[in-house]
């Protein structure tokens, strides 16, 4: 079974408990009040589940169990319960996961676990993308809703929206993603998820479990915030992707391009070695190094750095001195890489510095401007599940 990107390899068991609201309606013509349904309240759904290490599940039970525990992290909104075809529980909605209760293990290769969740119907609930859009104060005068300076929301790949929107659309490892043109001080994205998102533009985090391990299939994705990094972190968006390595105090930086991720280039910003996972949903990632710089990735967005305190500086190419003036952007040697700012910054190739403040990191081979109008917007987006 499936919640939301969460495998569970066994339930034996779904207990469902249905709770209405019920009023009395003294009419006349009747004996007695006719009971009237005011609202049907979201099921109740208890799980017996079982975590199983063999042939074919071979994660260890812990791992499973960490998985299984970050659904209490997200929102119901991102736990969709994949129905069961085969079964006489055939379930297709959203779940509000409460409290786990896993038993003691009395073998490595086996938990029994009980978990309840409130159950939203995907016949009556659907998703929503609440966005309230902003441009950051800025030195080049960009407005948002003016020239090329818009606010665009992200779905997954395969979501069904309102076909009157206005659209674009971005390429990534997952294939075509769409974007709603959101320029509203605040807007409501109505849109039916697919029934699986995995492997649909959603962010994603690895733990590459020794530092420097490129082996990208020894690598152990996790969901929860809470997870205690063993190697390197890996932040990924199927457009652009983020290596943070507390081993070498350095942010690696690639864009994804017709079947790889490139690299752009390597960072530093002072000599941290703790990162602390602020957020983790499959809509945005963002963490924080003990010397306080915050990084930022989105679905559909461009990898950002906000260093308040530490030059960032670059390692890869070399890169004339040069500062902003009317474009909010210089040119990176690596090609079609561009470094977008908020403000007026200077590059220094004696130093390979880069300044301080928020960046942006774009790669496009169209014209440059529009899209580094477009990474500055602040989206402000916030997934829910609204009543249909």
Known sequence: MQIGQIPIPTVSAISAKLL???????????????????????????????????SVYTAPLRTQLEHILSLTDLSECYNRLIPLATSKYHYNGYLSVG????????TPNYQKIEFSATFYDAARYQCAMESAPRVPVNDFSLVLGVGD??????????????????????????????????????????????????NVGECKVFDTITPNNIIETTWFQTFTPLHTFAGDIVIENSLYRIIVSKSTS???????????????????????????????????VQLRVNTGEVITLARGKYPEINSSINAILYTIGTMSDASTSSDNFL??????????????????????SMGTGRKWFIHTSAAPAPIAAQAMVDSYMERTLVLR
């Open 20 to 54: 209405r609201d019920v009023e009395p309606i003294y009419a006349l013509g009747f004996d007695g009040p006719v009971p009237f349904e005011e609202s049907a309240n979201p099921a109740q759904l208890k799980f017996t589940a079982h975590l199983i290490r063999d």
């Open 99 to 106: 409290e786990i209760k896993p038993d003691t293990p009395s």
């Open 149 to 198: 300076t818009h606010s665009y929301i992200p779905l997954p790949i395969g979501a069904i929206h309102d076909a009157d929107l206005t659209t674009i659309t971005r390429n990534g490892k997952d294939g075509t993603m769409t974007l709603i043109q959101g320029d509203s001080t605040t807007n409501l994205i109505r849109f039916d998820s697919p029934a699986q998102e995995i």
């Open 250 to 284: 350095s942010v690696i930086l690639y864009y994804y391009l017709i079947s790889e991720y490139v690299l752009m280039d390597s960072l530093t910003m002072g000599a941290f070695t703790q990162c602390t996972i602020l957020e983790l949903t499959p809509d945005n």
């Open 331 to 352: 040119a990176h040697s690596t090609t079609n890489v561009y470094i977008v700012s908020n403000t007026h910054f200077t590059i220094t190739q004696a130093t390979k």
